[in-house]
């Protein structure tokens, strides 16, 4: 997680995750992993120890206070987005360093652990919609048409904009306020989000206003950034553990 260069910063991404600015920099800087192995592992170890039954407790937690809300949460998401979930189940990986992850083109997320369980929900929805907005545009735009990191700019935006709706505002807790620190860690993509809040109320359907929110960012500052051949996704997670995890009926 620390090796790209992002506009968010490595001092952003390694306060979140609870580590080290100078120790993250050490990270980025490796040439080889087995340089920083043994440093990883010491601070892998130290985490687990410190935590002690946290990750356990936030499984039970997370459920209990995830079980009372899916229901609406889930109808509400199918009915804005005018689709079906894709897959009958999610599978929530609670982490002990990373505050969340979106597998693009499968049905895991990750969340950390030692959140309050009702605050908790709007993260875990938000890496929930962001995989089912990516979802959604994959099914009618093709990697030509828009790179991965094409959809992925806007899944995270439109998420925010969907999780605002007001079916939804009641689960989220007392202390959540509409779309401020939405995109914290990703100050490239401030400007396409202004753009699309406008294109996403004045919508006709969902999948027009994905074919012109596909448009606006190719066209975006951030979409001249982007690669049109080969692109990969950021945040696909090939290896989740076993453990710890708790699967949700959607």
Partial sequence: MFRPNEPGGLANRASYMGIDYDFAKKIQEAKNYTDVQKDLEMLVDTRYTEIGNGLLESVKAYSESWESCIREFSMAVTEITEHDWFYKNYTCVVSAFHLGISNWYGN????????????????????????????????????IEAPDQIIWAISEITAVLILADNKLLKLWGEDYILHVDSLTGYPQLFELENDLITVYENREDFKSYLNIAIQIAKESDFGKTVSYENSASIWLLTSIPKILTLNQLL
């Fill in 108 to 143: 895991t997320i990750l969340r950390k652990y030692g959140e309050n369980p009702i605050k908790q929900r709007y993260a875990t929805a938000w890496e929930i919609v962001l995989s089912h907005v990516f979802h959604i545009s994959r099914k009618y735009f093709n990697r």
